[in-house]
């Protein structure tokens, strides 16, 4: 299984944001979710995930890189605010809110200057899309609160030799399109 440091091998992540799973609240996760953990070689978690629980329920499927959400008051001395990583020669930053949509891509290529991917939460609106001349920006949305989205939805990475491979936004739960093809399978 890769590392977060090997750049040579391939990984593929399941990328999550805004579970907002309370302490005993796991049945609330979307079976298509742990599915998901467990054929991937990692989890990326941009932060609001409410309960310790959360990430270790995670962590038994597969190793997992969150960073810390306005709403993780129980998680601030376990969880950084931003996280930089290196998967299979692909630099990839994490960090809960990215700002508003107008100027994204510019301001994300400000603060993460030589990154090829930003992962990021905060508004359960799932974005998959180039920046210009920046990197991918990726928000996998919420698999549990969808607020103004059709669908829960997650994010899922496959990276290899120093590029992204391939990123989906992937439907998840009972609204989930049943002709939508999952990742990993």
Do not use: Y
């Not at 960073?67 to 001395?77: E, I, K, M, P, S």
């Not at 960090?95 to 990154?115: K, L, V, Y």
């Not at 990021?120 to 920046?131: L, M, R, T, Y």
């Not at 969808?146 to 590029?163: C, F, K």
């Amino acid at each position: 299984m890769p590392t977060a440091e090997d750049s040579t091998a391939s990984t593929k992540a399941l990328v999550l944001a805004d579970t907002h799973l309370m302490a005993g609240g796991l049945e609330r996760m979307p079976a298509e979710v742990w599915k998901l953990a467990e054929a991937a070689d990692l989890v990326l978690h941009a932060g609001d995930i409410t309960a310790q629980e959360v990430l270790e329920a995670l962590a038994e499927r597969a190793p997992i890189h969150a960073v810390l959400g306005n709403n993780d008051h129980d998680l601030v001395d376990a969880l950084p605010t931003e996280l930089m990583l290196d998967l299979s020669g692909v630099r990839v930053a994490m960090i809960h809110d990215s700002g508003p949509t107008a100027g994204r891509g510019r301001r994300m290529t400000r603060r993460f200057p030589a990154t090829d991917v930003v992962v990021f939460g905060h508004s359960h609106q799932p974005v998959c899309e180039q920046a210009d001349d920046g990197p991918l920006l990726l928000n996998p949305g919420s698999p549990t609160q969808r607020r103004r989205q059709p669908v829960h939805t997650v994010g899922w990475l496959e990276l290899a030799d120093g590029a992204v491979v391939r990123a989906d936004i992937v439907e998840v739960g009972p609204l989930a399109s049943r002709g939508t093809r999952e990742p990993g399978f």
